[in-house]
């Protein structure tokens, strides 16, 4: 019979939660790569639109 550290395997088992957690958020709530760039042109694009507005004094 050996002998294990009751704190160690609490925070392993902890840690293992945390990270099954964090992968099931990752697949819930996560977003494509394709998401992020059209996002990111969009908002290239409101910016363009708005500065284009601007009066300059």
């Known amino acids: 019979m050996s002998l294990i ?3 160690k395997a ?5 840690k293992e939660q945390a ?3 964090a992968d099931e958020n990752a697949v819930r709530f996560g ?3 394709e998401q992020r760039r059209a996002d ?3 908002k ?3 910016e363009k639109i708005l500065d284009s507005h601007k009066l300059d004094r």
């Open 10 to 14: 609490r925070k392993s088992r902890a």
């Open 5 to 7: 550290n009751l704190n």
């Open 19 to 21: 990270k099954k957690r």
């Open 44 to 46: 290239k694009q409101r």
């Open 31 to 33: 977003r494509t790569k």
């Open 40 to 42: 990111a042109q969009a």
